[in-house]
Every structure is written in structure tokens, then in C-alpha cells.
């Protein structure tokens, strides 16, 4: 048998995953927790072989609970399940220690032949999750981190777009949109919007265009 703790701080989506794999073959439900610190303090006592973990929960966010239970109960896999595929999000899980990535509107058969393959030792990534992973490791080496948004600004200053229609397509102000730029100029060591473009091409921070 498998040994599960569930973690979400959502009564209903909680339930809903007791539920799912308690009537799964192989797998036992051991403990469920609302939040980062209890599921912290469950796994400590119950020892489960695999933790799902929400990414958002109150007091201690799941990356940061993960960490924690890499060190605490280093034979425990974590699973995050999450609604969120932002590659920031994405980053800091797997950063933390996940052995898996998950996402909540993924299949009932995904989701068990996730943790039945975390449980032996592999890793558990939805395609989309798998996608972002390849396309950090193919950047430099030696290149800066950009936030998400910083990386989504100068993808819309390679196609062309002024401060004014970027911040219309994000719904930001054009100061706003500025800020982004000086940022990321900042962190390329550029002085100009096509050069923070060349340069975030090279280092494979953009795609070059097909």
C-alpha cells in the first residue's frame, strides 16, 4: 500500500481527493491537513510515503512546507497539486524538492499514475510543467533570471509592440511597463529595448523567432 497525506486548504477539493484515492487500489489515505504548517507536523507523525501538496495554503506555502519536509522526512516524495503553471510557480516546487507537478484539472488516471510513480522513485510532471522544465534547461548557463512578467514584457517588445500597446494587451500602465523594461535592461546589462531582445535570444531567455 501506498501511504498518502493530503494537503489543501480547500474543504471541498480536500475531501474530494480523500475520497478519489481512498477508493484507489494500493493506496491509503493516512491524514489530510488544511495548511503548510499542519501537513508539516502530519508527516513528521504519520510517515507517508507521498505527500499532495497545494501550492497556496495559509501560514506555510507548499514550497516552502516541501522544503521543510526534505530535510524533516527526507523519505517522504511530495507531489505538488496545484491550479497554477506559472514558470515562477513551476520553478520554486521543483526548487524546494518536488518529485512531481501536478495539475488539479488533470485526469483521475493521471493524477494515481503520478503518485503510484513518485512512490518509486520517478518524478511526476504534467506535460505542460515538463515544457517549461526543457526550456530552462536550455538556456545559458550563465544567464540572469527574468521574472515571468519581465520575460513577457520583452517577448512583446520583440513583436514590435510600444510601452502603450503592452501595457493595453497586460492590462498595466505604461510606467508600469517601464519599470519592467529598466529591470530586465538591469539584469541583460543592456541599454535598449532591441538589444535586451538580441540579448535574451542568445541566452535562450526568448525564443528566436521561426
Do not use: F, W
Request: a negative charge; aromatic letters at 2%.
Amino acid at each position: 500500500m501506498i501511504r498518502v497525506v493530503v494537503a489543501d486548504d480547500h474543504p471541498i477539493v480536500r475531501a474530494g481527493l480523500v475520497g478519489m484515492l481512498d477508493a484507489a487500489d494500493g493506496i491509503d489515505v493516512v491524514g489530510a491537513a488544511s495548511d503548510g504548517v499542519e501537513v508539516v507536523a502530519l508527516v513528521e507523525k504519520e510517515c507517508p510515503d507521498v505527500v499532495l501538496m497545494d501550492m497556496r495554503m495559509p501560514r506555510r506555502d507548499g514550497d516552502e512546507a516541501t522544503a521543510m519536509l526534505r530535510e524533516s522526512a527526507p523519505a517522504t516524495r511530495v507531489i505538488v497539486l496545484t491550479t497554477y503553471e506559472s514558470d515562477d510557480v513551476i520553478m520554486r516546487a521543483i526548487a524546494a524538492g518536488a518529485s512531481g507537478y501536478l495539475l488539479k484539472a488533470a485526469p483521475e488516471a493521471e493524477l494515481l499514475a503520478g503518485i503510484r510513480a513518485v512512490a518509486t522513485g520517478e518524478v511526476a510532471l504534467a506535460p505542460s510543467v515538463a515544457r517549461v522544465l526543457v526550456a530552462q534547461a536550455g538556456r545559458a548557463p550563465d544567464a540572469p533570471t527574468l521574472t515571468p512578467r519581465e520575460v513577457e514584457v520583452l517577448s512583446h517588445v520583440a513583436q514590435g509592440l510600444s510601452n502603450r500597446e503592452i501595457g493595453a494587451r497586460l492590462h498595466l500602465g505604461e510606467a508600469t511597463i517601464k519599470t519592467h523594461l529598466l529591470k530586465a535592461y538591469a539584469k541583460l546589462d543592456v541599454a535598449d529595448r532591441t538589444r535586451a531582445v538580441t540579448r535574451a535570444m542568445e541566452l535562450g531567455i526568448l525564443r528566436s523567432p521561426s
